[in-house]
């Protein structure tokens, strides 16, 4: 068994226990698999032990990777999901229309409208998250918490967009009583939006918290989508700035 597929055992194991604790499914909660600054074959290594979900903060790093994933093992590549997770700026927007499922940081109209726009017509609607600034912090990517619901309303009425769900990326803290603690608050916004009846929520039934550190805590809170990549890959190596 290969580093990647013992790490990606053991963490499906503190999903399933996270999971017992809280009294859910262990179905209930997926896991997306970090994969920025690691090449096609540690993909392909996590690939080949069962992952299908992917995720990349870097667009240009992400489609290079995803091309050189396709060339290794294109009957494999067909079967794989890739999530960006990274911001989205306006002018990369038709990049990620056009070569990504998933999108999880859409934080305001604009870039939703532009997402919507350039999505190709062939390719069934981009699944999309609503980035929530749960920390407030004023360098940080993200929505207010106290505004998500009226960017929901109205991305959830763009025709080539599925929004599934609310995702967040609060700042560390210690301790498992206080990750709860902030989990929970995103998870407020979560369900004040599944509650308002709006429509175009029919499939709004994502929340994307957690990662390698406090993905216990996540779950615990409701999570359904825990993004692991150091736990999966280990350390990774940034190129210099």
Known sequence: MTTIAANLEHVQGRIARACEAAGRAPASVGLLAVSKTFGAPEVLQAAHAGQRAFGENYLQEALDKRAAVAALAPELAAELRWHCIGPIQSNKTRLVAEHFHWAHTVDRLKIAQRLSDQRPEQLPPLMVCIQVNVDGGASKSGVAPQEALALARDVAQLPRLCLR?????????????????????????????????????????????????????????????????????????????
């Open 165 to 241: 769900g609310v995702m967040s990326i609060p700042d560390p803290v210690e301790g498992p009583a206080a990750q709860r603690a902030v989990h929970g608050r995103v998870r407020e916004v979560f369900d004040a939006i599944a509650a308002c009846g709006a429509p175009g929520l029919e499939h709004f039934d994502t929340l994307s918290l957690g990662m390698t550190a406090d993905l216990e805590a996540a779950i615990a809170a409701g999570s359904t989508l825990v993004r692991v990549g150091s736990g999966l890959f280990g350390a990774r190596s940034y190129p210099p700035a």
